[in-house]
T-cell receptor
Framework: NAGVTQTPKFQVLKTGQSMTLQCAQD?????MYWYRQDPGMGLRLIYY???????DKGEVPNGYNVSRLNKREFSLRLESAAPSQTSVYFC??????????????FGPGTRLLVL | GDSVTQMEGPVTLSEEAFLTINCTYT??????LFWYVQYPGEGLQLLLK?????DKGSNKGFEATYRKETTSFHLEKGSVQVSDSAVYFC????????????FGGGTRLMVKP
């Protein structure tokens, strides 16, 4: 099992460019999450998908969109990148959410630099 | 809203020293508490968890006890190794807040031989 995979590992963008971060899990998990990690701030939730076909905003959704393509895949899109979006992005998945929340499993991360 | 506060790092220790990383929390409900570890270049991994007061989570020699009276979940290890060098995150999951994880800022631990 690969667990949670993310592509790309590293990306440099210019301000205003767009890109999509890809995430896939092979654990048959229902719930998937996107976080950003900034120095000294821990991880902050951008968007999550409690189940296939649903998505909800997290703590810091502005400037991002997501798509739950199927049960395995959950992508994060930056339509017009800004320097403030320079960060490390982590995708995670769990068996369930809400009252059935169990351990979240994280991917290796995507390091994004916006110039 | 919910929040998690961790001691700022970096924490630098010699091998075989005793480790404590402090974590305190505020939550509206009755949260579950977690410690995650991030090794260099990798994603986060669950280290241990506790779901109710006085529970002790333990794994790989690390321990943490859920203290409701002091709203704390301090991480301890009796004898650290160089391989324990990583960033440690305390987190909570609150049923009254949809069970989403709220993370502390992370504490970097460096263990020297």
């Amino acid at each position: 099992n690969a667990g949670v995979t993310q592509t790309p590992k590293f990306q440099v963008l210019k301000t205003g460019q767009s890109m999509t971060l890809q995430c896939a899990q092979d654990m048959n998990h229902n719930s998937m999450y996107w976080y950003r990690q900034d120095p000294g701030m821990g991880l902050r939730l951008i968007y999550y998908s409690a189940s296939e076909g649903t998505t909800d905003k997290g703590e810091v959704p502005n400037g991002y969109n997501v798509s739950r393509l199927n049960k395995r895949e959950f992508s994060l899109r930056l339509e017009s990148a800004a320097p403030s979006q320079t960060s490390v992005y982590f995708c995670a998945s769990s068996v369930g959410s809400g009252r059935a929340l169990l351990t979240q499993y994280f991917g290796p991360g995507t390091r994004l630099l916006v110039l | 809203g919910d929040s998690v506060t961790q001691m700022e790092g970096p924490v630098t220790l010699s091998e075989e020293a005793f480790l404590t990383i402090n974590c305190t929390y505020t939550a509206t409900g009755y949260p579950s508490l977690f410690w995650y570890v991030q090794y260099p270049g990798e994603g986060l991994q669950l280290l241990l968890k506790a779901t109710k007061a006085d529970d002790k989570g333990s794994n790989k020699g690390f321990e943490a006890t859920y203290r409701k009276e002091t709203t704390s979940f301090h991480l301890e290890k009796g004898s650290v190794q160089v391989s324990d060098s990583a960033v440690y995150f305390c987190a909570l999951s609150d049923r009254d807040a949809g069970n989403m994880l709220t993370f502390g800022g992370g504490t970097r631990l460096m263990v020297k031989p």
